[in-house]
């Protein structure tokens, strides 16, 4: 992590440009698998995928 932003830190150098990429934003607006129900003897599972 600090050796990125001690790169964000260097002078503007025409010949080496610094290009930053974030990854996508995507909103989860839906589950993608369904939730299992509890059992007896086990919890129920949520994925958060």
Known sequence: MYAVLDLYERPYDRAEPVVCVDEKSNQLLA???PNLPMQP???GKVDYE
């Open 31 to 33: 589950p993608k698998h």
């Open 41 to 43: 003897g086990k919890a």
